[in-house]
């Protein structure tokens, strides 16, 4: 008998995530918001492994020089910096915001959000696909943070989207993954990736997310609002490896008979 084990490495191996051209080894992206301070945010980033970090371009001091700044503490060639249009409520607005991120050093790639209700905070689907057209033609990389509705993600896949960003539930509900067969539906129907955006609370939500079998998920207040950021940091990460392979494995059939799981035949009598 061999004594050698299995290289379980080896066979859990994943492909890169592949966004614009880019490619992540983490399927967690981050953001940067609501955390106590500085200090503890990058603890927080770290402890996730995310190779994709947020960063609000109208909301934090663009000046990467001055430390108490977000940007001193998030180094370009440590992180990938992805620019988003938080704040926006309109696609003039966010066109803005995008040109201003890439005039301060930012890439290409934006996460464009445009909203439409500020006590819900859902998105604007129609002056979302008014920004993105625009910005696509202007060479910019959008991930658009949309509705869990088909029809808007085909358009947006269609305006040149890099990224579409169906949300589990509204911004910082915590509230999970509301509609399972949407973002499952979503993800079956488009070409780009399908990053899920807002609403995961805590890790079995990741977990449950990653196994419709989305490309990621990206994930802020779940780690900022934590009682201990870091720990759920960890957490997060892992439990995203967790329903990425679930997925990658597939379950077994939901029956509504109980089979055994030990063979009939052959039973001692």
Not at 74 to 103: I, Q, S, W
Not at 140 to 147: D, G, H, I, P, R
Not at 158 to 187: D, H, Q, W
Request: with cysteine.
């Amino acid at each position: 008998m061999s004594n050698t084990a299995p290289d379980v490495t080896a066979h859990t191996a994943d492909t890169p995530l592949l966004i614009g051209g880019q490619s992540f080894t983490s399927r967690l992206l981050v953001g940067t918001g609501k955390y106590k301070d500085n200090a503890e945010m990058v603890r927080a980033i770290d402890a996730s492994g995310a190779d994709v970090v947020t960063v609000a371009v109208r909301r934090v001091d663009l000046d990467r020089t001055r430390e108490q700044g977000v940007l001193y503490h998030l180094p370009a060639n440590r992180y990938f910096l992805l620019a988003n249009t938080a704040g926006c409520y309109t696609a003039d607005e966010a066109v803005r915001y995008a040109r201003l991120a890439r005039e301060a050093g930012f890439n290409e790639f934006i996460k464009l959000e445009v909203i439409g209700d500020k006590e819900t905070l859902l998105p604007d689907t129609d002056g979302l696909l008014v920004a993105t057209r625009t910005l696509v033609k202007e060479g910019f990389k959008v991930l658009a943070y949309t509705n869990d509705d088909l029809i808007t993600a085909l358009r947006l896949e269609e305006a040149g989207c890099a990224a579409v960003m169906p949300l589990a539930s509204p911004i910082g509900s915590g509230l999970g993954l509301l509609n399972p067969y949407s973002i499952r539906t979503i993800k079956s129907r488009l070409s780009v990736p399908v990053i899920v955006d807002a609403g995961v609370g805590t890790a079995s939500d990741a977990c449950v997310t990653m196994e419709q079998g989305v490309d990621g998920i990206l994930m802020n207040t779940a780690l900022a609002e934590a009682a201990d950021p870091v720990l759920m940091a960890w957490a997060m990460r892992h439990a995203v490896e967790a329903g990425r392979a679930a997925w990658r494995a597939g379950r077994m059939p939901r029956r509504e008979t109980a089979i055994p799981s030990s063979p009939t035949t052959g039973m001692l009598r």
